[in-house]
């Protein structure tokens, strides 16, 4: 039975020479990315992917922030946070706002803290360890 659950595949091809592979749309023979009649939407959606990440690592040079992916990544931006909300006015939200980070930075510190100790820990075990071994 051949219907809409069927195992159609794009007939687009890659750069590399093989078939893209994707799921085409229910009305056509190819994927969303390479359907001709959908060239003009593709080309506007890469142009603003393009000019996004651009934008993202300007704002990441000029802020020093490169990521979440660890602990002193996170703690930078929650400095910047912190920074932005010290600069606005005095207000409830702000002080809400400054008690809030304040929470999350000694989280943050705790957390390093453990990690840091964890690791000294494994660096005088480990050699004991593998003599053990
Ligand atoms: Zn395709």
Not at 17 to 39: K, R, T, V
Not at 77 to 82: C, F, G, K, P, S
Not at 94 to 105: D, E, K, N, T
Request: with cysteine.
């Amino acid at each position: 039975m051949a219907g809409k659950w069927s195992n159609r595949t794009c007939k687009g091809g890659r750069t590399g020479g093989d078939l893209c592979g994707a799921a085409p749309l229910s009305d056509g023979a190819f994927c969303l990315w390479h359907d001709p009649e959908h060239a003009e939407t593709v080309a506007e959606a890469r142009k603003l992917g393009g000019s996004r990440r651009r934008k993202e690592a300007t704002i990441g040079v000029a802020y020093d922030v490169q990521g979440l992916g660890s602990i002193a990544e996170i703690r930078r931006l929650v400095e910047v946070a912190v920074l932005d909300v010290l600069s606005l006015e005095n207000t409830v939200s702000r002080a809400r706002a400054i008690a809030y980070l304040a929470q999350i930075a000694s989280k943050l510190l705790e957390v390093g803290e453990h990690e840091e100790r964890l690791a000294r820990i494994e660096q005088t075990l480990e050699p004991r360890l593998r003599v053990q071994r």
